[in-house]
T-cell receptor, first 113, second 113 residues
């Protein structure tokens, strides 16, 4: 079975550039989550969607961050403009419903120079 | 679980021995708990979960124990193998709607051959 698929796996770009991270959740899962992982702060929830609708974006650090889920099989996390402090591994996770475990993709390692 | 920033607690065990990884969670209202395993360069991988109406649950070579009185969770791995070397995270669900997980800082398990 295909798991959560994220692309790209690695992204290196200069500060000020727009960055778009992509996620394809597991088919049939109706909740999708975006996380950021750093050594200092660990895993932080940025935003999650239920049935393609954003439910809680309180973890989104700034207005530079935005996320969309145009359909049940695709989501994007965009950073514009990017800054060096945005460098981290960004994970997408999905699950079937409440009280069920989230399943993670292998992440996008983002480096902003 | 507590975030420990740059310094992950490390547990070093001999191959074949049993491992016990501990986690203190923060919210007495949390009702669902998950253990994840994260290998280098990969996303967190679901291992086992437990709901607050249980105090023990067993999987293949793994057992999770929940002590709600002291807000403590543990993961026991039987006959630890080199492939078990990874960072292990506990996560608690503290939102009554069942959607949000809070992750601990993680424990690094090192298995010596």
């Amino acid at each position: 079975d295909a798991g959560v698929i994220q692309s790209p796996r690695h992204e290196v770009t200069e500060m000020g550039q727009e960055v778009t991270l992509r996620c394809k959740p597991i088919s049939g899962h109706n909740s999708l989550f975006w996380y950021r992982q750093t050594m200092m702060r660990g895993l932080e929830l940025l935003i999650y969607f239920n049935n393609n609708v954003p439910i809680d974006d309180s973890g989104m650090p700034e207005d530079r961050f935005s996320a969309k889920m145009p359909n049940a099989s695709f989501s994007t996390l965009k950073i514009q403009p990017s800054e060096p402090r945005d460098s981290a591994v960004y994970f997408c996770a999905s699950r079937t419903g409440e009280g069920q475990p989230q399943h993670f993709g292998d992440g996008t390692r983002l480096s902003i120079l | 679980g507590e975030s420990v920033g740059l310094h992950l607690p490390t547990l070093s065990v001999q191959e074949g021995d049993n491992s016990i990884i501990n986690c203190a969670y923060s919210n007495s209202a949390s009702d669902y708990f998950i253990w994840y395993k994260q290998e280098s360069g990969k996303g967190p991988q679901f291992i086992i979960d437990i709901r607050s109406n249980m105090d023990k649950r067993q999987g293949q070579r793994v057992t999770v124990l929940l002590n709600k009185t002291v807000k403590h969770l543990s993961l026991q791995i039987a006959a630890t193998q080199p492939g078990d070397s990874a960072v292990y995270f506990c996560a608690e669900n503290y939102n009554n709607a069942g959607n949000m997980l809070t992750f601990g800082g993680g424990t690094r398990l090192m298995v010596k051959p």
